[in-house]
């Protein structure tokens, strides 16, 4: 087997996580291809964002190795919501 270094590990980790909560959104408010591409990108981008926060700011409530697993959740939960708010409504054609 493979070693896999900290934080190559703690990359995939994240991505997972990230991409688990995009589906996770997708599924439950639906929409199209062009959704589900949204919400994987908004997961991503507020799960990074909600990490960099939690290390900027030292937070170590619910870390796992190096994820700063409660922050990072609440930035791509918030990026999620915030991207469905602006998307707006799909229209039928879509």
Do not use: C
């Amino acid at each position: 087997m493979i070693p896999i270094p900290g934080s190559a590990s703690g990359l995939v980790l994240g991505f997972l996580l990230a991409s688990a909560y995009g589906a996770v959104f997708h599924l439950v408010y639906g929409g199209s291809l062009r959704r589900i591409l949204l919400y994987l990108a908004a997961a991503w981008v507020g799960f990074l964002a909600g990490q960099l926060a939690g290390d900027f700011l030292n937070f170590e409530l619910l870390k796992v190795g190096k994820i700063h697993l409660l922050s990072a959740s609440i930035g791509a939960w918030t990026l999620l919501l915030a991207a469905r708010w602006l998307a707006g409504q799909e229209s039928p054609g879509e």
